[in-house]
């Protein structure tokens, strides 16, 4: 499964990603800071603003 997590580098964001991760899917994080983001064989850092809908879609679009 390939998944877009919102927030990646927050406190619940991480923990959403390596667990996911963990369990094999494919993880896009996205994050203000995506450098904060522990990138691993599943998981992909992008910086996205959640405010800004196209932000969003972009980073969705990864997931194609």
């Known amino acids: 499964m390939k998944i877009l997590v919102v927030g990646g580098s927050g406190m619940i964001g991480s923990r959403i990603v390596a667990e ?3 369990r094999g ?3 896009v994080a996205g ?3 995506p450098e904060k983001i522990a990138i ?3 998981v ?3 910086a ?3 405010t800004n809908a196209d932000s969003i879609s972009q980073a969705a ?3 194609m």
Do not use: G, K, P, T
Request: aromatic share 0%.
């Open 20 to 22: 996911a991760a963990a």
């Open 25 to 27: 899917h494919q993880v």
């Open 31 to 33: 994050a203000r800071h």
């Open 40 to 42: 691993s064989e599943n």
């Open 44 to 46: 992909s850092a992008v």
């Open 48 to 50: 996205i603003d959640a």
């Open 61 to 63: 679009a990864m997931l």
